[in-house]
């Protein structure tokens, strides 16, 4: 089985992900740091990467869900659902933070605030413990912080810090330098299908979380 993983929520990062008998493997990973024109790169980014896994279409698509800025996270978004429509196979939302979060719990992280940007010198923040090995349990739900208040927060309850970059903000210290890997998106959305058909109440939806509402008329 194949997925198309896209997370647009700074960056973008677009892969495939192959999973057989339980094991997954990222066969294909394309990645851009620009903040702009995330709608003119995804499309290129997207067909090199099926090219290099050697396939015209997966069988499911995992996206990103933010938080992150307007125009690059709909752009994912609205990618995603298109190519969901033409292609006719699921698509499943994913919290960029609880991504980051699993994938600081595969370097060993137990209790793991991962971050992104949320501009205006300020980040957007959650709290996670590992849940077996696929998944996360949200300890504390996503908040906007200054870096200040957050530093003292981790002061106070101590975690390992995950960001997708060794820069941003790094008065904060030590930190796990992790990416939405394919395989990590993959795995977190089949343990979350798993726990669904077990009967929990969760949700693979793709409503975006936008860094703050203004952000949205911003454009």
């Known amino acids: 089985m194949h997925f198309l993983t896209i997370d647009s929520s700074t960056g973008i990062e677009v892969g495939v992900c192959r999973c057989e008998l339980g094991e997954y493997r990222d066969i294909a990973v394309a990645a851009s740091t620009s903040t702009r024109e995330h709608a003119e790169k995804l499309t290129p980014l997207i067909q090199g990467a099926l090219s290099e896994a050697g396939i015209e279409r997966p069988d499911a698509i995992v996206v990103g869900t933010g938080p992150g800025a307007f125009t690059g996270l709909r752009a994912g978004l609205v ?123 969760l949700t693979l939806g793709t409503e975006p979380l936008y860094l703050r509402r203004p952000d949205i008329h911003r454009g």
């Not at 960029?96 to 793991?112: M, R, S, W």
């Not at 939405?180 to 959305?189: E, F």
């Open 79 to 201: 990618t995603a659902h298109t190519l969901a429509r033409a292609w006719d196979v699921p698509l499943y939302g994913v919290s960029t933070l609880e991504i980051l979060g699993l994938a600081a719990a595969d370097e060993g992280g137990q209790e793991i605030v991962p971050i992104v940007d949320a501009r205006r010198k300020e980040v957007y923040a959650m709290r996670v413990r590992p849940m077996g090995g696929d998944d996360v349990a949200v300890i504390e739900a996503p908040e906007v912080l200054k870096p200040a208040d957050l530093a003292e927060q981790l002061r106070r309850e101590p975690a390992v810090l995950a960001a997708m970059s060794a820069d941003l903000y790094p008065e904060l210290g030590e930190r796990l330098v992790v990416a939405p890997r394919p395989s990590v998106m993959a795995r977190i959305a089949q343990s979350r299908l798993a726990r669904i058909e077990a009967g929990e109440e």
